[in-house]
């Protein structure tokens, strides 16, 4: 029962979010906060967060903890320079919406396309790293954590970024 009414919640969201607009940069503006502090404020909660719920759902042992944490520690580090560039995108876009043209919005599908690959990319190639150090089903529960808290903040960023209006 949980998870349908987490998936009609889930739809019922996607929805809204679809039907939103210019809330992000109308907000933003509004409260007389830069798209650059609103950004930062938000990072920085989830990463805050991020590790906490990774180690309230790994049930790692002492042993484990001890190898892992580094390793977790390195990844994130890579994750998070990643992720600077679809931030650096987003603010771009926030800045240009009113105005974006053609090409500002080619440019903005590709690299989020290509923040995307960085991503899948890095996964896959921590995934061996991690697996030296956890069973493979840890292995994979991290990943679907990551993924998981991965896919609530693009959600979170998401929702409040509007959509191209196609003029």
């Given at each position: 029962m949980k998870s349908k009414t987490a998936m009609a919640a889930t739809v019922f969201f996607g929805i809204s979010l679809l039907s939103g607009g210019k809330a992000f940069a109308?907000?933003?503006?509004?409260?007389?906060?830069?798209?650059?502090?609103?950004?930062?404020?938000?990072?920085?909660?989830?990463?805050?967060?991020?590790?906490?719920i990774v180690a309230l759902n790994m049930n790692l042992s002492?042993?484990?903890?001890?190898?892992?944490?580094?390793?977790?520690?390195?990844?994130?580090?890579?994750?998070?320079?990643?992720?600077?560039s679809k931030y650096a995108l987003l603010?771009?876009?926030?800045?240009?919406?009113?105005?974006?043209?053609?090409?500002?919005a080619e440019s903005y599908v590709k690299g989020r396309a290509d923040v995307e690959e960085?991503?899948?990319?890095?996964?896959?190639r921590y995934f061996p790293i991690f697996r030296k150090v956890l069973s493979g089903q840890a292995t994979a529960r991290f990943?679907?954590?990551?993924?998981?808290?991965?896919?609530i903040m693009d959600?979170?960023?998401?929702?409040?970024?509007p959509l191209i209006d196609p003029q």
């Open positions: 109308q907000d933003t503006a509004a409260q007389g906060i830069s798209i650059d502090e609103d950004i930062k404020l938000f990072r920085q909660d989830l990463r805050s967060m991020k590790k906490q002492e042993s484990e903890a001890l190898q892992f944490w580094p390793i977790y520690d390195r990844y994130t580090k890579e994750l998070t320079a990643i992720t600077d603010k771009d876009y926030a800045q240009n919406y009113d105005s974006i043209t053609g090409e500002q960085s991503i899948t990319k890095l996964r896959l990943f679907q954590i990551d993924w998981r808290l991965g896919l959600l979170q960023l998401m929702s409040q970024t």
